[in-house]
């Protein structure tokens, strides 16, 4: 069954009052850190923070109500701070909802079909290339809160990386150094809070202590409720209103191809964090379970004013920390922020900009995976280096819905030529030594063990035989003139449709040059994908064996009935050309 949410799963085996109680304090305290990330990601995103704190609430609540995974915590996240921004900035707040979503449709699709499980193929250094480039870019759009820098009401800083930097570059002479201050304290307070309490993260810490300090010293630095030009807004949080959004099918291309985008690294990260999470307490996520609950938040947030929404690894890893192991705690949660939404939002206002830029930050840095980014660096093959820093800097210079197909099609090339070099064919005398490097004798097929008559080949294949293949295997065969070739397939693990193709080619020059085909060591795969296209039926099962010690007395028979045969003809040849010759000489007699 593709669809089997935990919370369901949970209830049938028997939901405590212990465990209640340990899921109410992880989903307290998971509720109240998330209050201060989900303003800081909308606000980053550039959306209003209401709508990131009704994406926490609403879409935290359908993850957890459907969630594969029993701890997984669900809401605006980091990663798409800059996919939600470029969308905002091209498409209008319209265009993000409605792009959002056709994401959550698709993250649904994908769940119910089952592809959940596909996810993971998506290479390493891909994931790693982009999420270092998301942090970088979340770094750069956090300066003008970091720095304080300010400019006339109505310019805005351009998306592009580079013009973005030569334009704070421009304004760095408007620097605020108390805005400096207050971020340095942000970052201050999240690094050394674990070493208070592992429990809460220093995220919630920072925005207490940083509001605080700029409340009682008056410092002048930009709040929520203040904008760039230290304008004063009025911020009103309330009950989330339902409302249809409007969909421009003039623009649907470009609103569709965001929203590929939006549920590719929805799932990528959702799943991720129930990886983690099942790492940390020993339990085992349904992928398509999860995908279909991130499908279904993402296709109700956006009636209510959200944005996309996916599984949060932080928040997650905060949940299991303080005792949550059931989808209730995700649910508490949800009803925590809410109520403190509610009755204390108004106080969101006095949050400093800078304290939020503190925090995302650290977010960016702990997203880069700097260590690991560094490692593989140091130590993968070229190939690799070249994908992750081909899809980091199609990241940071480009855009997102870019560096992900860059990177994939990168990856997927470099990976068809790896399978290319791991393949091989060609006569097998050089090579059964170096089987086994100890003892050759180990392998008691080596061919050195056997005599092969005279007139047969044997060729071995190696690895898969697909179609970035064929080309060896045409080259390792070409010209060969012989009455039989064996071809061993023992450690060909698999067959495509180009080495079906390639292989009657060599069938029908058999035919032409009478020679004949044996096949030894067929797997599984290689056999079913020959017989459906009919190539065993050529061949002919009496032509194909277990190993070579069958097929070789075989061979041996085939060669000495084609040469019993050649001998016959040659004789007959022989003959009716001396008879020939004998009427030649009589008519000659009988003329003279």
Same mark, same amino acid.
């Given at each position: 069954?593709?669809?089997q949410p935990?919370?369901?799963?949970?209830?049938?085996e028997?939901?405590?009052?212990?465990?209640?109680?340990?899921d109410l304090?992880a989903g307290?305290i998971?509720g109240?850190?998330?209050?201060?990330?989900a303003?800081?990601f909308?606000?980053a995103?550039?959306v209003?923070?209401?709508?990131?704190l009704?994406?926490?609430i609403?879409?935290?609540?359908?993850?957890s109500?459907?969630?594969g995974?029993?701890?997984?915590?669900?809401g605006p996240?980091g990663a798409?701070?800059?996919i939600?921004?470029?969308?905002?900035q091209?498409?209008?707040?319209q265009?993000?909802?409605?792009?959002?979503f056709f994401?959550g449709?698709l993250?649904?699709i994908m769940g119910f079909?089952g592809?959940?499980?596909?996810?993971k193929?998506i290479?390493?250094?891909v994931?790693?290339g982009?999420?270092?480039g998301?942090a970088v870019v979340?770094?750069t759009?956090?300066?003008?809160?970091?720095?304080?820098f300010?400019?006339d009401?109505?310019?805005?800083a351009?998306?592009?990386?580079?013009?973005?930097?030569l334009f704070?570059?421009?304004?760095?002479?408007?620097?605020n150094?108390w805005?400096?201050l207050?971020?340095a304290?942000?970052?201050?307070i999240i690094?050394i809070?674990?070493k208070v309490?592992?429990?809460?993260?220093?995220?919630?810490f920072a925005?207490?202590?940083c509001?605080?300090?700029v409340m009682?010293?008056?410092l002048p630095?930009d709040?929520?409720?203040?904008t760039v030009?230290?304008?004063?807004t009025e911020?009103?949080?309330?009950?989330?209103?339902?409302?249809m959004?409007?969909i421009?099918?003039?623009?649907i291309?470009p609103?569709?191809?965001?929203?590929?985008t939006?549920?590719?690294?929805?799932?990528?990260?959702s799943?991720?964090?129930?990886v983690?999470a099942?790492g940390?307490?020993?339990t085992?996520?349904?992928s398509?379970t999860?995908?279909?609950a991130q499908g279904?938040a993402n296709?109700?947030?956006p009636f209510?004013?959200?944005?996309p929404?996916t599984?949060?690894?932080?928040?997650?890893a905060?949940?299991?920390?303080?005792?949550?192991?059931?989808p209730?705690?995700?649910?508490?949660?949800a +009803?925590?922020l809410f109520?403190i939404?509610?009755f204390f939002?108004?106080y %969101? #206002?006095?949050?400093?900009?800078a &304290?939020? !830029? *503190?925090i995302l930050?650290?977010?960016?840095?702990?997203m880069?995976?700097y260590?690991?980014?560094?490692?593989?660096?140091?130590?993968?093959?070229?190939?690799?280096?070249?994908?992750?820093?081909?899809?980091f800097?199609?990241t940071?210079?480009?855009d997102?819905?870019?560096?992900?197909?860059v990177g994939?099609?990168?990856?997927?090339?470099?990976?068809?030529?790896?399978?290319e070099?791991?393949f091989?064919?060609?006569s097998?005398?050089?090579r059964l030594y170096?089987l086994?490097d100890?003892?050759?004798?180990?392998?008691p097929f080596?061919?050195?063990l056997?005599?092969?008559?005279?007139? +047969?080949?044997?060729?071995?294949?190696?690895?898969?035989?697909f179609f970035? %293949? #064929?080309s060896?295997?045409q080259? &390792?065969l !070409? *010209?060969?003139?012989?009455?039989v070739i064996?071809?061993?397939?023992r450690n060909m693990p698999?067959?495509d449709?180009?080495?079906?193709?390639?292989?009657?080619e060599l069938?029908?020059?058999?035919?032409k040059?009478?020679?004949?085909?044996?096949l030894t060591?067929?797997?599984?795969?290689p056999?079913?994908?020959m017989t459906k296209?009919g190539?065993?039926e050529?061949?002919?099962?009496q032509?194909i064996f277990?190993?070579i010690?069958?097929?070789?007395p075989?061979?041996?028979?085939?060669?000495?009935?084609?040469?019993?045969i050649?001998k016959?003809?040659?004789?007959?040849?022989?003959?009716?050309l001396?008879s020939?010759?004998?009427?030649k000489?009589?008519?000659?007699?009988?003329?003279?």
């Amino acid at each position: 069954m593709v669809f089997q949410p935990q919370l369901w799963a949970v209830l049938r085996e028997g939901y405590t009052l212990r465990q209640f109680f340990n899921d109410l304090i992880a989903g307290i305290i998971v509720g109240v850190v998330a209050l201060p990330l989900a303003i800081a990601f909308a606000l980053a995103s550039g959306v209003s923070v209401e709508q990131g704190l009704y994406t926490a609430i609403i879409a935290g609540f359908i993850i957890s109500l459907f969630s594969g995974s029993r701890v997984q915590i669900g809401g605006p996240t980091g990663a798409f701070i800059v996919i939600v921004y470029g969308i905002v900035q091209v498409q209008g707040i319209q265009g993000l909802w409605a792009a959002t979503f056709f994401a959550g449709i698709l993250l649904a699709i994908m769940g119910f079909s089952g592809m959940g499980n596909l996810i993971k193929y998506i290479p390493y250094p891909v994931t790693l290339g982009f999420t270092a480039g998301i942090a970088v870019v979340i770094a750069t759009s956090q300066a003008p809160e970091l720095f304080g820098f300010y400019w006339d009401d109505g310019i805005k800083a351009p998306s592009e990386f580079v013009d973005k930097i030569l334009f704070f570059y421009e304004h760095s002479d408007t620097i605020n150094f108390w805005a400096i201050l207050i971020s340095a304290l942000s970052i201050f307070i999240i690094l050394i809070s674990p070493k208070v309490t592992a429990r809460v993260p220093g995220s919630l810490f920072a925005v207490v202590i940083c509001t605080l300090v700029v409340m009682f010293f008056r410092l002048p630095v930009d709040t929520i409720g203040q904008t760039v030009g230290h304008v004063p807004t009025e911020l009103k949080i309330g009950i989330p209103q339902f409302a249809m959004p409007e969909i421009d099918w003039s623009k649907i291309s470009p609103i569709f191809s965001a929203a590929v985008t939006i549920a590719m690294l929805g799932a990528i990260e959702s799943l991720l964090s129930a990886v983690v999470a099942d790492g940390m307490i020993g339990t085992k996520h349904s992928s398509n379970t999860e995908l279909v609950a991130q499908g279904v938040a993402n296709i109700v947030v956006p009636f209510f004013g959200g944005i996309p929404a996916t599984g949060a690894i932080a928040r997650t890893a905060t949940n299991i920390r303080n005792g949550g192991r059931t989808p209730v705690a995700g649910l508490i949660h949800a +009803v925590v922020l809410f109520v403190i939404v509610l009755f204390f939002g108004k106080y %969101a #206002a006095k949050i400093p900009l800078a &304290a939020l !830029a *503190g925090i995302l930050i650290m977010v960016a840095i702990n997203m880069s995976q700097y260590c690991l980014f560094y490692k593989v660096i140091a130590r993968a093959p070229k190939s690799d280096i070249a994908v992750m820093v081909l899809t980091f800097l199609s990241t940071v210079f480009l855009d997102l819905t870019i560096a992900i197909p860059v990177g994939l099609i990168l990856a997927s090339f470099l990976f068809m030529r790896r399978m290319e070099g791991m393949f091989d064919a060609g006569s097998v005398d050089h090579r059964l030594y170096k089987l086994c490097d100890d003892d050759p004798d180990e392998d008691p097929f080596a061919l050195r063990l056997f005599e092969v008559p005279e007139g +047969v080949h044997v060729y071995e294949i190696y690895g898969p035989f697909f179609f970035g %293949a #064929a080309s060896k295997f045409q080259a &390792a065969l !070409a *010209g060969i003139k012989c009455r039989v070739i064996i071809l061993r397939m023992r450690n060909m693990p698999m067959m495509d449709l180009t080495g079906v193709s390639v292989l009657e080619e060599l069938l029908g020059r058999a035919a032409k040059c009478n020679m004949t085909i044996l096949l030894t060591g067929v797997k599984a795969q290689p056999m079913n994908v020959m017989t459906k296209y009919g190539v065993i039926e050529k061949i002919g099962k009496q032509h194909i064996f277990k190993t070579i010690v069958e097929a070789l007395p075989v061979a041996a028979e085939i060669v000495e009935q084609e040469l019993t045969i050649e001998k016959s003809q040659s004789k007959i040849q022989s003959e009716m050309l001396n008879s020939e010759c004998g009427i030649k000489d009589f008519d000659l007699k009988t003329v003279n």
